[in-house]
């Protein structure tokens, strides 16, 4: 009930509103600051900076997407048919006698084989002759190569009985060398841990005695394990163990390990992959490196370390060099 003064007492008295109460209005003649000033006995706040984007994340490297390797028309291990051996003399009919009479020594020392065995020998070390010591023409190791990487079949032949040759050769365990080729892959594609290699040609390599120097640039150093030693049919006069030369039969797989610099010059570190299977590249192809391939790659590095490079030139072989970019699994076309 209001008072006599007309103010309600507290028992009367309305709840409160629920919204909030507004801001009392300024005194007359009182003037309201502008946004430009500060309010009264206050400072002005500090002025609000432009919020600076966030930077974009770095781009993820893309995966290695690599297609079927290059065909390999041969394995290692392959044994020339008589067919095979037959167009070989063929296409070898000017070279045969000479690089026969070669190859005959050779055969001198290997009383076991004797008849047909002995007539296959004689084919396939002649192959395996004409390509260590012919430097030109149709038949030079550099035009193999050209034919096998293009798939030409008019030296095919010729490919199978060196690599049939090969197979009669000793093996070779170790550290071998080839110097490399400036370039990092295949048209600029990716050279890195866990691509898989195969070249359809021979790959002639140089092992190294232990301590012996390693000649510079860019190289490749390869862990073998069937590789062939072809110092039999070199005939390097005084030819050491330090200049010995390994030669991988057509269709060798390698894979890569690691890729790094030393002495401003790119090395890239493979192993040598025995052929188990048709799913080798699925079961091969990655980044993870398994326990075969840190195995090699320890190997390889203990090795590297009790070989420096040697000052001053290169130094290789005529057939220990050129890169192996051919030999990658081309990426595939989108």
Do not use: N
């Amino acid at each position: 009930m209001p008072t006599a003064s007309g103010t309600p007492t507290a028992s009367d008295a309305p709840p409160p509103p629920s919204d909030p109460v507004p801001p009392a209005r300024p005194a007359p003649g009182t003037r309201r600051p502008t946004p430009a000033e500060p309010p009264a006995g206050g400072e002005a706040p500090a002025k609000a900076e432009p919020a600076t984007p966030a930077a974009p994340p770095a781009p993820s490297r893309p995966p290695v997407r690599l297609g079927p390797l290059l065909p390999a028309p041969f394995r290692p291990g392959h044994s020339s048919t008589q067919a095979e051996r037959e167009a070989f003399r063929a296409l070898a009919e000017g070279e045969w006698d000479r690089h026969g009479t070669a190859v005959a020594r050779l055969l001198s020392r290997m009383p076991v084989l004797r008849g047909q065995e002995q007539e296959a020998a004689r084919a396939d070390l002649i192959a395996l002759h004409i390509y260590l010591h012919t430097t030109e023409g149709p038949l030079s190791p550099e035009e193999l190569t050209r034919a096998l990487h293009e798939g030409e079949e008019r030296l095919l032949p010729y490919a199978a009985c060196v690599a049939s040759g090969l197979r009669r050769m000793p093996s070779y365990r170790g550290i071998a060398l080839r110097g490399a080729g400036e370039t990092d892959g295949p048209d600029g594609g990716v050279m890195e841990p866990g691509v898989l290699l195969r070249d359809p040609a021979p790959v002639p390599v140089l092992p190294l005695g232990t301590g012996a120097q390693r000649p510079g640039g860019a190289q490749y150093a390869v862990w073998s394990v069937t590789g062939r030693r072809v110092r039999q049919l070199t005939d390097r006069t005084g030819a050491g163990k330090a200049r010995d030369e390994v030669v991988f039969p057509p269709g060798t797989l390698l894979r890569v390990l690691d890729v790094r610099e030393e002495g401003g010059a790119p090395l890239t570190l493979l192993r040598e992959v025995p052929h188990t299977g048709p799913d080798i590249q699925a079961r091969h192809v990655g980044a993870e490196l398994d326990a075969d391939d840190r195995a090699a790659l320890d190997r390889l590095e203990e090795a590297l370390r009790a070989r420096p490079v040697a000052p001053g030139g290169s130094g290789w072989p005529r057939l220990c060099t050129g890169s192996l970019e051919r030999a990658v699994g081309r990426p595939p076309s989108d």
